[in-house]
């Protein structure tokens, strides 16, 4: 396929056809403290003036997300995010979102129901400081839900995506709302 799609666009080219003008990012953002195979820049998301983005084989596999802070000029790292209760393996930052002064972070591999039954954490901002405010898990946890391995949220509300859950891999999605003191 990949022949197929490079012969298309030098036909293109040779036929004289414009692609536009070529686009290159403003910034760059990597970790403050880089390792080899982190897979940071796995899952992204970006809310405001505040982006997250996960590093979910980061410290072996316990993984971790990172809080950038855009000034009006730079992108800074704020906050690197962690599982108070983390371990390896957990695979935290696989899925990521932001929005407003909330992050949500699964990690898909963290034993709750079962082996890779997963989780997802809620981070709230206050000012600079980024704080664990809770831990989510699925109703009915079960062994390889993968619980986490997808998020988003948006005001009182986060979805958490669990592909592994249900007969044959059907996968199902975990809708969270928060009340002002707690998610449920």
């Not at 666009?9 to 195979?37: H, Q, R, W």
């Not at 898909?108 to 039954?117: E, F, I, K, L, R």
Request: glycine share 16%; hydrophobic share 40%; charged share 15%.
């Amino acid at each position: 396929m990949r022949h197929i799609c490079i012969s298309i666009v030098a036909m293109l080219v040779l036929a004289g056809t414009s692609f536009g003008d070529v686009v290159n990012e403003d910034f760059k953002l990597v970790a403050g403290d880089p390792e080899n195979y982190d897979r940071f820049g796995y899952s992204v998301s970006i809310s405001g003036d505040y982006a997250v983005i996960g590093a979910w084989r980061d410290d072996t596999g316990r993984g971790s997300a990172y809080v950038f802070h855009h000034d009006g000029t730079d992108w800074t790292q704020q906050a690197k995010l962690v599982a108070a209760d983390g371990s390896a393996s957990d695979n935290f930052g696989v899925g990521v979102a932001i929005s407003g002064d909330y992050a949500v972070i699964g990690a898909y591999g963290d034993w709750v129901g079962g082996n890779s039954s997963g989780s997802a954490y809620v981070f709230h901002r206050d000012g600079t400081t980024w704080t664990e405010q809770a831990k989510l898990v699925a109703s009915d946890s079960a062994q390889n839900g993968y619980f986490g391995t997808s998020a988003s949220i948006s005001g009182d509300y986060a979805v958490i995506g669990a592909y592994g859950d249900g007969g044959d891999w059907s996968g199902a999605a975990y809708v969270f709302h928060h009340d002002g003191t707690t998610w449920t």
